[in-house]
């Protein structure tokens, strides 16, 4: 058996099947901020 056999080698986007955008950073961010001017909304009436 060669080596390359045992311990194969995936890169992490042949892993997942596909690419990571980090998309869920921006969804996170954008909704801390409106969660944050929400907040101040209902505390400043």
Same mark, same amino acid.
């Given at each position: 058996?060669?080596?390359?056999?045992?311990?194969?080698?995936?890169?992490?986007?042949?892993?997942?099947?596909?690419?990571?955008?980090?998309? @869920?950073?921006? @969804?996170?961010?954008?909704?801390?901020?409106? @969660?944050?001017?929400?907040?101040?909304? @209902?505390?400043?009436?």
């Amino acid at each position: 058996m060669d080596m390359a056999e045992e311990n194969p080698h995936i890169s992490t986007e042949d892993a997942r099947a596909g690419s990571t955008p980090h998309i @869920v950073r921006y @969804v996170l961010g954008i909704s801390l901020a409106l @969660v944050v001017i929400a907040m101040l909304l @209902v505390l400043w009436r």
